[in-house]
């Protein structure tokens, strides 16, 4: 059970303000915008961007009561700034991260501050930026838990912090490799260039890694008492599918994408938490 469950919070609503955009429609629309990833990103990426922004200003919403006019955003693993523009519309700084110099020039944009660091040793004081985001990035990173920590460690106090992966065993699990995956990360790489005489772009073992929704369940209760776990959610599904993160085994393989959304308590806080979908 998550510390989140243990103790009711006052700031705890019946559910957050994100959850009204988590229809069935939206969910139709995100799904279908995959098959762009690699042959347009710009459709794909696009399209997550809006949904991105939306839920990190809902949630900001929700924690402080303010919108992100000012904040300072850093996005871990954030390419080649796709979602600058979007944050730009809410008038917060948007700062993209990447290791990979190729993936930051991409697409051809240009990203004022974009530095080029490592997710698991981001290159930021501590308590440095009012939201920090990362949105499927997690599955390419050896130590994904390493950089969740990393993230909390240069959020301010008081200030949010999205995590948001694509689970291995879901059907999104092996990227362009899928469905082929389900037998094994080397064997539907092996056969990918077989069939398409070329790398994957997402390597098993080097550039994708097998991550599960267990994982980031127990990465949030296993917080220090200072974290307070906002939500747990899949990601791409209607609000009233979101129960499925509570079921082990069945979360593995439904729930494509899962979501973390946390904060550091302020110095004045009480030591209270909150959680508004219980993943026990």
Known sequence: MLRAEQTPSRRAVNRPRFARRATLRR?????GSFKYEQTDPAIFYGGVAADTADLVKDFYRDLTGRSLRGTIVLDVGGGPGYFADEF???????????????????????????VRGSGMALPFRDDAVDVCISSNVAEHVPRPWVMADEMLRVTKPGG??????????GPFGGHETGPWHYLGGEYAARRYRRKQG????????????????ADGLEWARRTPENVE???????????????????????ELLVSNLVV?????????????TDFVRAG
């Open 27 to 31: 969910s139709l629309r995100l799904l």
């Open 88 to 114: 730009g519309k809410l008038d917060s700084r948007y700062l993209p991260v990447e290791p990979d110099p190729s993936e930051m020039h991409a697409a051809g944009l240009k990203v004022a501050g974009a």
């Open 160 to 169: 949010l912090m999205v995590f948001s992966y694509t689970v291995w065993l």
């Open 198 to 213: 070329r790398e994957p772009k997402n390597r098993f073992g080097k550039s994708l890694f097998a991550v599960r929704a």
């Open 229 to 251: 776990v906002l939500a747990v959610f899949p990601r791409y599904h209607p609000r009233w599918a979101w129960w499925l993160v509570r079921v082990p085994g069945l979360r």
């Open 261 to 273: 959304v946390a904060t550091k308590r302020t110095p004045h806080s009480a030591c209270e938490t």
